[in-house]
């Protein structure tokens, strides 16, 4: 008998057509993510699962599931962030985790990049200007923005996507700093970056861009203290996780023009964000698709397709997350 997996949103055909060519696969074909209900009853039928960063997958569903259901045996995030999912009950329960790293890094800092061009250059408010046709020509003092080139970048984070925006950075002749929990000797020679702690990191840069996990030690990373140390003009970019920044004390920054600007495309409440921002000019907002391009969506979907046709195997899934649980 095949194994039994249930893909919980819409994913890349390619990925599709792996799992099911191994397993019995059901599909949440409406993309509309499920009630917590719903996936516990879906999951106690299944060895394995497919998720989405919209799905929620707590202590009490892998408790549920299992108890209900001994056979189940892996979670397959299609996403390098899982912080969806509680994967340290996933390990007392001897449940694999698996996420899809490596995959999505150039495309994610090619985004952190699109982003920060987008608000240095004030591109959005300036299409969303144009558009209403009452452009009555050139001028000399409009949509004045701040230059990126020759200016300070601030990395939070240096892992694999970090060093993506740090790489790019040297094209624009920027000073790089960043700060991280350890120094990396080996990207400081490499990408001519230099170490700084997070104070000196805000106080200096001109642009700060986020790129760290969403963890207790970086839930509100930036909050208000933080962006009173940043510079009146300089901009901040979030294309982690929303809850990396203090979107309420974001606001308030915002507001009193603590900052230049902001450009999110991530949120603490996704898929809302704090009223105020909907209504700002000095910021960007994007729904979450700093890896959407289809080349690296397909990879992420097929990398997550490959975890889960070895966990349901019983084998460790390529991208585990807990390999403990295999001893
Ligand atoms: C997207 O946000 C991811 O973590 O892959």
Same mark, same amino acid.
């Given at each position: 008998?095949k194994p039994k997996v249930y893909v919980?949103?819409?994913?890349?055909?390619?990925a599709l057509d792996m799992i099911e060519k191994e397993c019995e696969m059901g599909l949440?074909?409406?993309?509309?993510?499920?009630?917590?209900?719903?996936?516990?009853?879906?999951?106690?039928?299944l060895d394995g699962?497919v998720?989405?960063?919209?799905?929620?997958?707590?202590?009490?569903?892998?408790?549920?599931?299992?108890?209900?259901?001994?056979?189940?045996?892996?979670?397959? +995030?299609?996403?390098?962030?899982?912080? +969806?999912?509680?994967?340290?009950?996933?390990?007392?329960?001897?449940?694999?985790?698996?996420?899809?790293? =490596?995959?999505?890094?150039?495309?994610?800092?090619?985004?952190?990049?699109?982003?920060?061009?987008?608000?240095?250059? $004030?591109?959005?408010?300036?299409?969303?200007?144009?558009?209403?046709?009452?452009?009555?020509?050139?001028?000399?003092?409009?949509?004045?923005?701040?230059?990126?080139?020759?200016?300070?970048?601030?990395?939070?984070?240096?892992?694999?996507?970090?060093?993506?925006?740090?790489?790019?950075?040297?094209?624009?002749?920027?000073?790089?700093?960043?700060?991280?929990?350890? $120094?990396?000797?080996?990207?400081?020679?490499?990408?001519?970056?230099? &170490?700084?702690?997070?104070?000196?990191?805000?106080?200096?840069?001109?642009?700060?861009?986020?790129?760290?996990?969403?963890?207790?030690?970086?839930?509100?990373?930036? =909050?208000?203290?933080?962006?009173?140390?940043?510079?009146?003009?300089? &901009?901040?970019?979030?294309?982690? $996780?929303?809850?990396?920044?203090?979107?309420?004390?974001?606001?308030?920054?915002?507001?009193?023009?603590?900052?230049?600007?902001?450009?999110?495309?991530?949120?603490?409440?996704?898929?809302?964000?704090?009223?105020?921002?909907?209504?700002?000019?000095?910021?960007?907002?994007?729904?979450?698709?700093?890896?959407?391009?289809?080349?690296?969506?397909?990879?992420?979907?097929?990398?997550?397709a490959?975890?889960v046709i070895?966990?349901v195997? =019983?084998?460790?899934?390529? +991208?585990?997350?807990?390999?403990?649980?295999?001893?």
């Amino acid at each position: 008998m095949k194994p039994k997996v249930y893909v919980s949103r819409v994913i890349p055909k390619p990925a599709l057509d792996m799992i099911e060519k191994e397993c019995e696969m059901g599909l949440n074909e409406s993309d509309v993510p499920h009630t917590k209900s719903e996936l516990i009853e879906k999951m106690k039928t299944l060895d394995g699962l497919v998720c989405l960063l919209t799905d929620e997958i707590d202590a009490e569903i892998l408790k549920t599931v299992k108890d209900a259901n001994p056979n189940f045996k892996v979670v397959s +995030n299609v996403a390098v962030g899982y912080n +969806n999912i509680d994967w340290k009950a996933a390990t007392e329960l001897g449940i694999a985790v698996s996420n899809t790293p =490596g995959v999505l890094d150039d495309t994610t800092g090619d985004f952190a990049w699109t982003l920060l061009m987008a608000i240095a250059r $004030r591109v959005v408010e300036a299409d969303k200007y144009f558009r209403k046709k009452t452009w009555k020509g050139w001028g000399i003092m409009q949509f004045l923005g701040s230059d990126v080139y020759g200016k300070t970048l601030g990395i939070v984070g240096v892992g694999r996507i970090g060093s993506v925006v740090a790489k790019r950075a040297q094209g624009f002749d920027m000073k790089v700093l960043y700060t991280d929990v350890a $120094r990396f000797e080996n990207l400081e020679k490499e990408l001519g970056i230099q &170490y700084v702690d997070k104070e000196t990191l805000l106080k200096e840069s001109d642009y700060v861009t986020l790129h760290v996990p969403l963890l207790p030690d970086t839930t509100h990373y930036i =909050g208000a203290k933080e962006l009173e140390m940043m510079k009146e003009t300089a &901009y901040l970019i979030n294309a982690s $996780r929303g809850p990396v920044v203090d979107e309420k004390a974001l606001v308030k920054a915002l507001q009193e023009k603590k900052i230049a600007g902001a450009a999110l495309d991530v949120f603490e409440m996704e898929p809302a964000a704090e009223p105020e921002l909907y209504e700002m000019d000095n910021v960007v907002l994007a729904p979450h698709i700093a890896s959407a391009s289809t080349e690296t969506r397909t990879k992420m979907a097929t990398m997550a397709a490959e975890n889960v046709i070895a966990g349901v195997k =019983g084998l460790k899934p390529p +991208n585990c997350v807990n390999p403990e649980i295999f001893g």
